[in-house]
């Protein structure tokens, strides 16, 4: 049984920084790219950005300078740091990875979700 859970969403005005955390968990063979994803309010879930298992990424362009994703291979963790929040960032996050578990093949993996909220 593999886990995606999320840490650090949160109440924040516009401008600040937040950064959320994923930790993957359980009977983990190997994990191949990870991301984040959100999904604002009335809206359809879209992409944040995404890493590969050696460190390329990709980022919408409505994110593109301000926010930063890395991930840590030996914790099985990725990270988004979150600068210059926008009111339109408003959104749950949602943490994905492509996950083989000790006795499967490769599958997508998804948290429970995050709430961020930003002020204007």
């Known amino acids: 049984q593999v886990q995606l859970v999320e840490s650090g969403g949160g109440l924040v005005q516009a401008g600040g920084s937040l950064r959320l955390s994923c930790a993957a968990s359980g009977s983990i063979f190997s994990i191949n790219a990870m991301g984040w994803y959100r999904r604002p309010p009335g809206k359809q879930r879209e992409l944040v950005a995404t890493?590969?298992?050696?460190?390329?990424?990709n980022y919408a362009d409505s994110v593109k300078g301000r926010f930063t994703i890395s991930r840590d291979n030996a914790k099985n963790t990725v990270y988004l740091q979150m600068n210059s929040l926008k009111p339109e960032d408003t959104a749950v996050y949602y943490c994905?990875?492509?996950?083989?578990?000790?006795?499967?093949?490769?599958?997508?993996?998804w948290g429970q979700g995050t709430q961020v909220t930003v002020s204007s």
């Open positions: 994905n990875a492509r996950i083989a578990g000790d006795y499967s093949d490769y599958d997508d993996y």
């Open positions: 890493i590969t298992s050696g460190g390329t990424t």
